[in-house]
């Protein structure tokens, strides 16, 4: 079964930090483009960060260039989301997405709060 759990979500104060992990199971990622979104309320779904299935690229959204940083180890099948300096518009749901030229998966979603 093809799953992508996400975790590490949760209130946080403005200029913490937080990390976010996904683990996948039931294929590996290795051959995946892996991917960070995120969807706060009465918004889109939008791209926050990716990386490349061999992790030599990735991207970012300019609102959190030089705070967030996404990072993969394929050994152990699983990405992280690394979330410095934490902004209240930075609160909402926050997905794992896994996609390559055939398939694409979404985890569940983890909630981070950014407020005081």
């Known amino acids: 079964q093809v799953q992508l759990v996400e975790s590490g979500g949760g209130l946080v104060q403005p200029g913490g930090s937080l990390r976010l992990s996904c683990t996948a199971s039931?294929?590996?990622?290795?051959?995946?483009?892996m991917s960070w979104y995120r969807q706060a309320p009465g918004k889109e779904r939008e791209l926050v960060a990716d990386?490349?299935?061999?992790?030599?690229?990735?991207n970012y959204a300019d609102s959190v260039k030089g705070r967030f940083t996404i990072a993969r180890d394929n050994a152990k099948n699983m990405v992280y989301l690394q979330m410095n300096s934490l902004k209240p518009e930075d609160t909402a749901v926050y997905y794992c997405?896994?996609?390559?030229?055939?398939?694409?998966?979404w985890g569940q979603g983890t909630q981070v709060t950014v407020s005081s």
């Open positions: 997405h896994a996609s390559s030229r055939r398939y694409a998966y």
């Open positions: 039931g294929f590996s990622i290795s051959f995946y483009v």
């Open positions: 990386i490349t299935s061999a992790g030599g690229r990735t």
